[in-house]
């Protein structure tokens, strides 16, 4: 018998997540998620997206409206806009407020790294609905990432940026809120700061030139991640950048294959980055792969895959962190120069800057070259369906 729905659940769908696989999955999967919903009482409510970043605003409109929970239906690119739209929505009304609306997942993408940290499996549509249905909530640590870009470069390539509502550094108390805000950030070169949010794993060096590789393999499934890594790895120079943890010194990483920062266990395409990493312990892990060569990739990638890079002599991790700040090693002396009157500095100078900035993926999102990115991570800002 089918009851009186009183709560509401908005499914957000990505049609074209895993090459247009989630579209054919979810038409077989509807009937099945409307049932097992109205049976616990729920309303369910389809939105498919129409194209990338538009996930952000339906979350952020399913939040508003004050649904009971969300459903991503896609993989790490479709959970990691429902977060951003969630988050930005929830950031409006003040810092540390709670969505009353808890995420929900239905993992159908290609990677779907996110999901096995819970050990959930693909297509497990029941298992999906149960998640929610049941009313088991989990806390869930949300990372807040203020991104800024050299100032060659245009504005973000990735899908969440380009939506509304934004949360801009305006959330953070820098500048008005909003859309418009976002473009005086970028109109000011430089100083442009945008606000993300990363639910898994964000990195910078090679992992992060893969997502443009990756998008055009995805009929290659689950294979596409690696041979990606070989293709970007193939073309990837390596570079310095710093980190400073918890508001420590800054610290030097030469030859910076590349750095990796995250709240779950999985990255690229089931990679187990972080064995012992919780998704609700307020901390964040980070990994550190320096002067790894496609040679090293090949013979030893395993061990980085099964996440036993502890035998590996060039990854090293930092002690588990709150905050974390990452800049191109060029960054330190560019006021000193700046004050010495560097007026020379010509177009040419500031592209060979943007050169210098580590490209930065965040949830598997490419975002292109960024000058400095500055990691916090937001213990229990959301409530996960498990
Ligand atoms: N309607 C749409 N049309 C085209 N692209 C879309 C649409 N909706 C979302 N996208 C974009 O699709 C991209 C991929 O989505 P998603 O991550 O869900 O699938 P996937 O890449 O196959 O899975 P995974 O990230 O787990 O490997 C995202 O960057 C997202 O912005």
């Known amino acids: 018998m089918v009851l009186a729905a009183s709560k509401s659940c908005v499914a957000i769908?990505?049609?074209?997540?895993?090459?247009?696989?989630?579209?054919?999955?979810?038409?077989k999967a509807a009937p099945?998620?409307?049932?097992?919903?109205?049976?616990?009482?729920?309303?369910?409510?389809?939105?498919?997206?129409a194209g990338p970043g538009d996930a952000v605003r339906l979350a952020a409109e399913a939040v508003a409206a004050g649904a009971a929970a969300v459903l991503a239906v896609g993989g790490d690119g479709t959970i990691h806009e429902v977060v951003n739209g969630m988050m930005a929505e929830s950031a409006q009304r003040g810092?540390?407020?709670?969505?009353?609306?808890?995420?929900?997942?239905?993992?159908?993408?290609?990677?779907s790294d996110f999901r096995r940290t819970f050990g959930w499996s693909e297509d497990d549509i029941i298992g999906s609905c149960d998640r929610i249905t049941r009313g088991k909530r989990q806390p869930?640590?949300?990372?807040?990432?203020?991104?800024?870009?050299?100032?060659?470069?245009s504005s973000s390539s990735s899908s969440s940026s380009s939506s509304v509502p934004q949360d801009?550094?305006?959330?953070?108390?820098?500048?008005?809120?909003?859309?418009?805000?976002?473009?005086?950030?970028?109109?000011?070169?430089?100083?442009?700061?945008?606000?993300?949010?990363?639910?898994?794993?964000?990195?910078?060096?090679?992992?992060?030139?893969?997502?443009?590789i990756v998008n055009k393999l995805k009929w290659l499934r689950t294979l596409s991640y690696p041979v990606a890594s070989v293709a970007a790895l193939l073309k990837y120079?390596?570079?310095?950048?710093?980190?400073?943890?918890?508001?420590?010194?800054?610290?030097?990483?030469?030859?910076?294959?590349?750095?990796?920062?995250?709240?779950?266990?999985?990255?690229g395409g089931g990679m187990r980055v972080f064995p012992r990493a919780s998704t609700h312990d307020?901390?964040?892990?980070?990994?550190?792969?320096?002067?790894?060569?496609?040679?090293?990739?090949?013979?030893?990638?395993?061990?980085?895959?099964s996440g036993e890079y502890e035998k590996l002599q060039n990854v090293t991790t930092l002690p588990p962190c709150k905050s974390l700040k990452v800049r191109p090693a060029h960054a330190a002396g560019g006021a000193a120069a700046a004050a010495a009157g560097a007026a020379t500095a010509a177009a040419g100078a500031a592209a060979?800057?943007?050169?210098?900035?580590?490209?930065?993926?965040?949830?598997?999102?490419?975002?292109?070259?960024?000058?400095?990115?500055?990691i916090e991570l937001l213990p229990a800002a959301l409530q996960l369906c498990v």
């Open 168 to 212: 801009t550094a305006a959330a953070a108390g820098n500048a008005p809120a909003g859309p418009a805000s976002q473009q005086q950030q970028q109109q000011q070169g430089a100083a442009a700061v945008e606000v993300k949010y990363v639910v898994n794993i964000c990195s910078c060096g090679v992992g992060a030139t893969t997502p443009p």
């Open 352 to 374: 060979a800057a943007a050169a210098a900035c580590p490209w930065w993926e965040l949830d598997g999102e490419g975002q292109g070259p960024c000058s400095e990115v500055s």
């Open 140 to 153: 869930l640590d949300v990372a807040r990432v203020l991104v800024s870009r050299p100032s060659s470069s």
């Open 32 to 49: 099945t998620v409307r049932q097992r919903l109205e049976l616990a009482e729920y309303k369910l409510e389809v939105r498919f997206t």
């Open 95 to 111: 810092p540390g407020v709670l969505p009353a609306t808890a995420l929900g997942i239905l993992p159908l993408g290609t990677g």
């Open 237 to 267: 120079k390596q570079l310095t950048v710093q980190v400073s943890c918890d508001g420590g010194p800054w610290q030097t990483l030469e030859q910076l294959t590349m750095l990796v920062v995250g709240n779950g266990i999985y990255w």
């Open 282 to 305: 307020g901390l964040l892990d980070t990994m550190i792969v320096q002067r790894m060569g496609l040679a090293d990739f090949v013979t030893k990638g395993h061990l980085l895959r």
């Open 13 to 27: 769908i990505n049609p074209a997540g895993a090459g247009g696989r989630t579209q054919q999955a979810w038409s």
